[in-house]
């Protein structure tokens, strides 16, 4: 099962920021009255795996993504779980000192990110392995510093990654979450992707070139 990359989160304000009742908040307020975490991760890693099945029959290497994609994405995938699914948060999220940009800010940035980013990186064209990659690092990190969705953001940045480099007739990454190594993976990723709020994105091209590779093959685990 796919995991979290260890991103936690400090709800400040927000009516989405209610936990589960007897859950001892550790699962977020749903629609089935899961109270387990563990339970919640297999459903919500089911909900993806019916999600991805469903999209792919509709996308093609000629889709161009767009916010209302993502949010009908999102919505696919989280929809029979919580009532928020699909749409921009209202609440205001922090790691340790860092805070995401505003909630009420959301809306614009992805506007600004459909336009800017996305209408240019996609569909994502066949091409070198590094430039593909440096591609969808920048679509990658620009939507997870964006941060629109209450949770499930990097899952959903992953699987747009996974598109993309679809798309550009690459294999689905194998990002290296669990198994031997993972944690010094996680690490990279996280430090990339920081890299990437900074508009750096070869730290996290790299690190997505490397996922390809793996997938193929082409680099053993370590």
Not at 75 to 100: H, N, P, V
Not at 103 to 132: I, K, W
Request: charged share 25%.
């Amino acid at each position: 099962m796919p995991q979290r990359t260890g991103i936690r989160y400090h709800e400040l304000v927000g009516p989405e920021g209610a936990t589960q009742p007897g859950s001892r908040g550790r699962v977020l307020a749903n629609l089935l009255g899961i109270k387990s975490k563990r339970a919640m991760d297999l459903a919500e890693y089911m909900a993806l795996l019916a999600a991805q099945e469903q999209v792919a029959t509709t996308l093609t290497a000629e889709t161009r993504f767009t916010a209302e994609l993502l949010r009908a994405m999102h919505r696919d995938w989280l929809g029979g779980l919580y009532a928020w699914a699909g749409r921009y948060r209202t609440i205001e999220l922090q790691k340790g000192s860092f805070a995401w940009p505003p909630a009420d800010r959301v809306a614009e940035n992805m506007t600004v990110f459909e336009r800017q980013v996305l209408s240019r990186l996609t569909p994502c064209r066949p091409g070198l392995l590094e430039q593909v990659a440096e591609s969808v690092a920048a679509v990658h990190a620009d939507l997870l510093l964006i941060h629109p969705f209450r949770d499930g953001n990097g899952r959903l940045a992953r699987w747009l990654a996974d598109l993309m480099f679809a798309q550009a007739d690459f294999p689905v990454p194998d990002y290296g979450f669990v198994g031997r190594g993972n944690a010094l993976r996680r690490e990279t990723y996280l430090r990339a992707v920081t890299q990437g709020y900074l508009q750096n994105y070869g730290l996290l091209g790299s690190f997505f070139v490397a996922a390809v590779r793996r997938r193929e093959g082409g680099e053993p685990l370590r």
